[in-house]
């Protein structure tokens, strides 16, 4: 669905995106992470013909976004960072223009706003001014005009910024939804929401791609894969030796609480060696309160790829 | 032509989202009416040449709010967008740079003629209550108003490229009336500093806007001016799309 090749995009000489390859297929959900600046917001603007590209091709749906420029926007539903709308408008009657305007024949205009009215749960704000609403329904405003015409692709610049907790639960529900009928790429900063949503990640930084997987598959080849905390009667020093001399332990730090002792183990990649700690802990008598495994997050692999020494 | 269509409807219904459109109809019309009773009260008090028509469009009454209303109609056809950010949302539907341009050009049109067209009715009342004919002959009417018209054009475009130029509606409102009042002001030179080349005479009064409507208000209807008004609106016009496309891609 979208098709990305040495994609350059420079400011004034400065790279804000350099060289990124990358394929869409049809009826993904894709995460595009990355951290503020990181050319997420520049790729999505070449994507959607906004902004033109200092060099490389970009097409959606075979359609090159440049040359036919006008048969790829047909295909998208575009969502923009801070969501602009004509504030002096009333819900209904944006959101019918917008589709008169991305080429929804007449007869259908009706139906379809109705449709996405309803699909967003705007329709008791059918009649309100633009002007007049939350930032939460201004963002579902936008993203009502961005389906609207029904594309068959969705890019959607960080739809859950500034909304509250129950409005992202609705908006997550909402793309979820949207996925296998409906291509989507969607940037956001927040992790979790990716892991929910997403059936792939790609992550960016200083304009160039760190990762592009599922996020099961990024967390299992993430190096730092894991931490374990013990808490254990027994004086750190000891402990620390003798948890240090198990396999998979990559180093130890110790902490003292009283008489017990709080241990942070790091781990190798995909090593596990919980139940040989639980055997040495037996083995020497140790007192145990707490032993709890840590997975990696994906902001953890986030962190490491993104660190911006790596 | 679809999108061209919803485009020039949101135009002119933008119009009047906006108390700007009201004000500035209530205040023109206030400003030609008394335009108007003020020039009829004049040529009541002599014998005079001139019609009603040519007295109603020959004075600074007339040129004044005329030039006004220029930036003020303009000023946020295109700033508004780049303020407000609506230009990534406008630019990314399948709408091309020309369907834009136009339409925001063609809004502002109408609204233009829809300022003009009740002065109109001045002259149609004076009929009615005098018995007099405004003007001698229909020509006068058919010269004025379309003189009108086609300086419209020109002076909209250039209210056009000037808010295309700026994200400031104020900026761009300076830039139009500087511009267009310059202009106006070109066409007094020759009788100001008295320039008796006839080459310069020649080509001042090509461009002199107080001279046409002197012409057309007669009814005489040459096609020097309206050869001029045509061609520098498309070139305004013109250059609104590259200055458009400039900022656009610079975002």
């Known amino acids: 669905m979208i098709k990305v090749e040495n994609l350059t995009k420079r400011y004034g000489g400065v790279p ?12 993904e959900i894709v995460g595009f992470l990355g951290p503020n600046g990181a050319g997420k917001s520049t790729t999505m603007k070449i994507l959607t013909g906004y902004l033109p590209a200092t060099s490389g091709r970009a097409s959606i749906a075979g359609y090159d976004v440049f040359s036919q420029s006008l048969d790829a926007r047909r295909r998208l539903g575009y969502l923009p960072e801070n969501t602009p709308l004509y504030t002096d408008m009333r819900v209904g009657e944006y959101l019918r223009y917008r589709a008169k305007l991305k080429g929804v024949p007449s007869s259908k205009v009706r139906e ?15 009649r309100t001014m633009i002007r ?14 961005a389906l609207v015409h029904d594309p068959e692709l969705l890019i959607l610049d960080e739809p859950t910024i500034g909304l509250d907790p129950n409005q992202i639960r609705q908006v997550r529900e909402l793309i979820k939804n949207l996925g296998g009928k409906r291509t989507v790429l969607i940037s956001t900063h927040i992790l979790p929401e990716v892991e929910m949503m997403c059936s792939r990640v790609i992550v960016i930084h200083k304009g160039q791609i760190r990762a592009s997987d599922t996020a099961e598959n990024l967390l299992k080849n993430h190096r730092a894969l894991g931490a374990m905390r013990l808490e254990a009667r027994v004086p750190a020093s000891t402990g620390a030796e003798a948890l240090q001399s198990v396999s998979g332990v990559k180093d130890v730090t110790t902490e003292a609480d009283g008489d017990w002792s709080v241990f942070q183990l790091r781990l190798d990649a995909n090593a596990d060696p919980g139940e040989e700690i639980w055997r040495l802990a037996r083995d020497r008598g140790w007192d145990v309160r707490e032993m709890t495994r840590r997975r990696s997050t994906l902001e953890d692999v986030f962190v490491d790829l993104t660190h911006s020494d790596s | 032509m679809t999108a061209f269509l919803t485009l020039l409807g949101r135009e002119i219904k933008s119009f009047f989202y906006s108390p700007i ?5 209530f205040y023109f019309l206030l400003l ?37 209303s220029f930036p003020l109609i303009t000023m946020r056809v295109y700033s508004e967008e780049f303020r407000m950010g609506t ?38 009342c004076f009929k009615y209550l005098t018995g007099h004919e405004a003007a001698a002959a229909a020509g006068s009417y058919w010269g004025t108003y379309l003189l009108l018209f086609l300086m419209g054009l020109f ?71 309206i050869v001029w008004y045509l061609s520098m609106t498309a070139l305004m016009t013109f250059l609104t799309l590259q200055v458009f496309q400039y900022r656009k891609w610079k975002a």
């Not at chain 2, 030609?32 to 020959?58: A, C, K, R, W």
């Not at chain 2, 080349?197 to 209807?221: C, Q, W």
């Open chain 2, 87 to 124: 230009l990534e949302t406008l630019t990314t539907a399948p709408v091309t740079d020309w369907q834009v341009v136009l339409a925001k050009f063609a809004g502002v049109v109408f609204f233009y003629v829809i300022l003009w067209a009740p002065s109109l009715l001045s002259f149609v």
């Open chain 1, 16 to 27: 804000a995106i350099e060289n990124l390859n990358f394929e869409v297929a049809k009826g």
């Open chain 1, 132 to 145: 007049d609403l939350s930032k939460g329904y201004r963002q579902r405003v936008g993203l009502a005009d």
């Open chain 2, 155 to 225: 002076y909209i475009s250039i209210g056009c490229l000037a808010s295309a130029m700026t994200k400031d509606q104020i900026n761009a409102a300076t830039i139009s009336f500087t511009t267009i009042t310059l202009l106006l002001f070109l066409g007094f030179l020759s009788d100001v500093v008295g320039i008796t080349d006839p080459t310069l005479k020649e080509m001042n009064s090509y461009i002199s806007a107080v001279e046409h409507m002197r012409d057309f208000s007669k009814g005489i209807i040459d096609s020097r001016p």
């Open chain 1, 112 to 126: 379809r706003v109705g449709d996405v009215l309803e699909l967003c749960s705007l329709r008791d704000r059918e």
């Open chain 2, 21 to 25: 459109a009201y004000v500035v109809l």
């Open chain 2, 32 to 68: 030609s009416g008394f335009n108007f009773y003020f020039q009829i009260s004049i040529l009541n008090g002599y014998p005079t040449e001139f019609t009603v028509v040519e007295v109603f469009f020959m004075p600074a009454l007339f040129w004044f709010p005329f030039i006004l």
